[in-house]
């Protein structure tokens, strides 16, 4: 049986939060990650498929470039058509029986292992590999690929051990047990390019409460999903537990959502994506073995909103760093802020001042605030975006550029509108845009309503003030508006054990990564009773007769 009740007497280490590395001048730290990343900018790797354990090389390359860079080649990964997604699948299905009753404690190890090497020998190499290939800052990086991704992997086991503790009462004569199984058939795992620690950790939570899963990484984080499956490995991980395919993401999630043993899908991407694939799931519902688990975190237009009585000075810090750390490419990124009449000059002054000091450039350069976006179609879809509102009544306050011509540079944009209907206030661009919105300052009642009820969205949001009736006021008007609810500080920087992830209405299924919200989603819990002494008599005692009750009839 797999289940708490293995090994009751078992506590793993307790977990604790990495500590996060500051990188500064002369720090031995900033030595050796600058040591990787001109050593690992030199090498061209080969990033095959890795099914059942074995690397597949399909001889269908696809380059892996730098965002700032965008003419250097990292690597080339191969491409998987039918035949590996399928192989890939059989592999994961195969893998199961083992796997599933591994005792709970021998899969914590593996993971807790996986994070020790990210703590230690891998933590230079994983961070460049985010650096070069997703274009992130050191410290960026160094927050998302060690320090979250050693998190989840530590705070995970901590949830499950907790998960498996809950066992139901018994009564006299009787032993009550509930067997924590993992889900029938493969879990089909699907992650984005702007989370290192996203990207391991939604293919190991439903790995850890023993199921096996098929992952599809995002095409442009080819190179650390890579060394993610080299680290889980070297942690021990066997053989098709975990099978790593890069190609098309419709063609292969269209494979796997059509094989009757699909148990559940684990996704962080866009809304629309998301969708597509609940339609599909919904489309072929009669055919699966189980109804799948869907857990899925998707899109978000988060807001700051900022009361008359905030202090300026911290507004303006959280909207730069929300705004644009890692380019605005983060789901929880503050892409809309509300700020009264009052403070809007002060605030606007300030904020176009900071602006104006950010530096935009090649992530190796330790003085560039901000790298690339991810790729062409991002940078693209940016520079339409300045175009039309250079066409429209909203105006560019500061940024509103892009150059392309070495990597996918945008510069830190400030827009202002007076349109409470503007897209700018309602759809997700995935980039470093910060649209305002000035209201009266006695409007503030009627603005919280409308951001309740503007936009799709709710994931993240914050609220900006010294007033503590104002912040209970906002808490229970905005308490749908955001899943992650933030006083007084950025939208974005969720930790794990700390700040449980996600959002609702069309942000996803709100199942909170770092949590034990996500884990119970990969279990499937089994009632026992066992009754020791069983009855030999079928009559209650309610049936025996005496002399008071007559006749029976």
Known sequence: MNSFVEASNTRPPHPRNEPVRDYAPNSPERSAIKAALEQMS???????????????????????????????????????SEAEVRAAINAAVSAWKGWSNWPWTERAAVFLKAAELVSGPWRDRLNAATMLGQSKTIHQAEIDSAAELIDFWRFNVEFMRRLYEDQPISAPGVWNRSDYRPLEGFVLAITPFNFTAIAGNLPTAPALMGNTVVWKPAATAKYSAHLIM????????????IN???????????IALADERLAGVHFT???????????????????????????????????ILAHQSTDVA?????IIRGGYEYQGQKCSAASRIFVPTSLWATLKTILCDEIATIRVGDVADFTNFMGAVIDEKAWRKHMRVFEEVRSSNAKILRGGE??????????????????????????????????AYVYRDSEFDSILKKIDR????????????????????????????????????????????????????????????????????????????????????????????????????
């Not at 696809?62 to 003419?71: F, G, L, S, W, Y």
């Open 314 to 318: 911290a507004l303006a810090t959280a």
């Open 269 to 303: 991407g866009s809304t629309q994506v998301f969708n597509d694939i609940f339609r599909k799931v919904g489309a072929s519902i009669d055919q699966y073995r189980n109804y799948p688990r869907l857990v899925g975190e998707t899109g978000g237009k988060n807001f």
């Open 402 to 435: 892009g150059d392309n011509r070495i990597g996918y540079f945008v510069a830190p944009t400030l827009i202002e509108t007076d349109d409470l209907e503007s897209r700018l206030l309602r759809e997700e661009f995935f980039g470093p845009i910060v649209t």
């Open 454 to 553: 503007s936009g799709a969205y709710g994931l993240t949001g914050a609220i900006f003030s010294r007033d503590r009736r104002i912040i209970n006021c906002a808490l229970g008007e905005l308490r749908s508006a955001a899943g992650n609810f933030y006083i007084n500080d950025k939208p974005t920087g969720a930790i794990v054990g700390q700040q449980p992830f996600g959002g609702a209405r069309m942000s996803g299924t709100n199942d909170k990564a770092g949590s034990m919200w996500n884990l119970i989603r990969w279990t499937s819990p089994r009632s026992i009773k066992e009754a020791f002494v069983p009855p030999r008599d079928y009559r209650y005692p309610f049936l025996t007769s005496n002399s008071e009750d007559g006749l029976r009839v």
């Open 230 to 241: 080299q680290i889980l490995q070297e942690a021990g991980l066997p053989d098709g537990v």
């Open 42 to 80: 030199n090498q061209r790797v080969e990033l095959p498929l890795i099914i059942n354990g074995g690397e597949r090389q399909t001889g269908r390359r696809e380059t892996v470039v730098m965002p700032h860079r965008r003419d250097h080649v990292l690597g080339e990964a191969h491409l998987a």
């Open 244 to 254: 790593l395919v890069y190609g098309d993401g419709a063609e292969i999630a269209g």
